[in-house]
């Protein structure tokens, strides 16, 4: 090397070598007078060739940065060691590098992995050149190994933090979309630009307004969990089917989802009701997040839906318990009340009720058991639920007593309900001839100035009646003398 070119070499930023590849020449000139065609597939055929054509090449000399990155005192020492520096998949990488030097090249670069004298990885960068005039013999070979370690650690450190950010999107148990909402800025932003201050106004004007946004959101990834809450096979199919699970009233959060969107909301959520491919229902906590970074354009937001529709069903339950009878499927005594109190207070007018006393439950539970008395009970529960329907409502207000209330019914209304009832319960006695069920009926309809709870005492005054009635067509002892006090003609009012 002329003095100019040893003073570059030797104060060269990057660690340089050069080596004499002629003896691997020589090893390639007779592979091919055996006939070796594809080098490449020949080395991996059998890694101890790769290693014998490394052990040919000499090191002829190398720079100060070389010794420095590998920890070497000085070249011998560096060779001396070469088993430490290059092992493991190295022999790997330089296949290609042969390769490159059987096929003709005089230039090649590859990534690899080598190691200093202490142990310690290296990732590098190699580069090669046959220097000029040694293109026949390859004798002379210019390598430089750049130290790319802290820009593979940045690497590996990037995929491994993806890798964890996807395992987290695909295995979350709650479902999760990755959306492109930049369109729907755009449609909004239009709006802004058009003067229009009250967005809610706008959307009332123009509902096609929302359906457009709705049509220009763009899915890029869901998640197992998105397939598994709404029945999808596959990801192609959900998106395909997508009008399946948002329809119905899906339109109105929307609406409010956009209003967040108009107003800088970028992070919020809402319950709405989406539906799985098979038809059933979701009932789905909504969060929506612009993700960071993409707060200008809205190009990637993140949509997690939460099934909560075990949690809505159980409040459903918690409801209808807390407005029904669990035995006789009828309304309850709170809402009986309930119902009394808003009656009171709504103008409408006339307003009928029946007031209903099952006859020998009492007997019925000594004589037969409690399950017995409980099957007339569910019985005539199941006769009221198949004769009330809205506006009317029947309910259990007492041990044994019922009641329907007819809003808007005059007293004609409320007698055909009251024929229609003992015709139902005259059909299910047939059924149950073993076990008929007997029940005293009152019914009144209200009066010009007449409160609710002054009604319902006449209602009940004509079920004592004919309950009455009842104990003397049966040889029974009354006291002919007894009239029902305020007292208990109330108790379906008053709770006493």
Request: net charge negative; aromatic share 8%; with cysteine.
């Amino acid at each position: 090397m002329q003095t100019f070119d040893a003073t570059i070499f030797e104060l060269a930023p990057v660690a340089m070598w050069i080596e004499d590849f002629s003896a691997v020449k020589q090893q390639f000139d007779h592979w091919r007078a055996e006939g070796v065609k594809d080098i490449r597939a020949f080395l991996k055929e059998d890694m101890a060739r790769v290693a014998a054509c490394s052990q040919q090449i000499k090191m002829l000399a190398v720079n100060s940065k070389t010794l420095e990155l590998f920890e070497a005192r000085d070249l011998a020492h560096l060779v001396e060691n070469l088993s430490l520096m290059f092992r493991d998949d190295m022999l790997e990488s330089h296949v290609n590098e042969l390769a490159e030097l059987w096929e003709g090249k005089t230039e090649f670069n590859s990534n690899a992995v080598n190691y200093s004298l202490s142990g310690r990885r290296l990732d590098i960068q190699l580069k090669g050149s046959v220097l000029p005039g040694y293109e026949q013999t390859l004798g002379r070979i210019l390598l430089t190994t750049e130290d790319v370690t802290a820009r593979e650690d940045a690497r590996r450190s990037e995929m491994q933090s993806r890798r964890h950010a996807e395992g987290l999107f695909e295995y979350s148990p709650v479902s999760l979309w990755v959306e492109d909402f930049s369109e729907i800025k755009n449609l909004i932003e239009t709006v802004r630009d058009r003067g229009i201050e009250d967005f809610r106004v706008f959307m009332d004007v123009h509902p096609e307004f929302i359906r457009q946004c709705m049509s220009e959101i763009r899915v890029i990834d869901v998640n197992q969990a998105t397939l598994d809450l709404f029945c999808a096979p596959d990801v192609q199919t959900l998106l395909h089917r997508q009008t399946e699970i948002f329809r119905d009233e899906m339109e109105k959060p929307f609406r409010e989802q956009l209003m967040d969107l108009w107003e800088g909301k970028l992070y919020h959520q809402r319950e709405v009701v989406n539906y799985a491919l098979d038809g059933s229902i979701r009932h789905i906590l909504l969060h929506f997040a612009v993700l960071p970074g993409h707060e200008d354009d809205w190009s990637q937001v993140q949509v997690a839906l939460t099934d909560i529709t075990a949690r809505k069903k159980a409040e459903a339950y918690l409801e209808y318990l807390g407005k029904h009878d669990v035995l006789t499927k009828l309304h309850n005594r709170a809402f009986y009340m309930d119902e009394m109190n808003r009656l009171e207070r709504k103008p409408l007018r006339p307003v009928s009720a029946i007031i209903m006393d099952l006859n020998g439950l009492k007997e019925a539970n000594d004589q037969l058991g409690h399950d017995a008395g409980d099957a007339l009970l569910r019985r005539f529960g199941e006769v009221l639920n198949s004769v009330a329907s809205l506006p009317n409502h029947a309910a259990r207000i007492g041990g044994d007593e019922f009641a329907i209330l007819m809003p808007g019914a005059d007293n004609k209304a409320a007698t055909a309900m009251v024929e229609t009832i003992s015709e139902l319960l005259h059909i299910n006695n047939q059924f149950y001839s073993n076990a008929p069920i007997s029940v005293s009926i009152g019914c009144a309809t209200s009066k010009d100035g007449e409160t609710m709870e002054d009604m319902i005492k006449r209602a009940d005054l004509a079920m004592y009646e004919d309950k009455r009635a009842y104990h003397i067509d049966r040889g029974h002892t009354v006291d002919a003398g007894h009239t029902p006090s305020v007292r208990e003609t109330a108790r379906g009012l008053t709770g006493a």
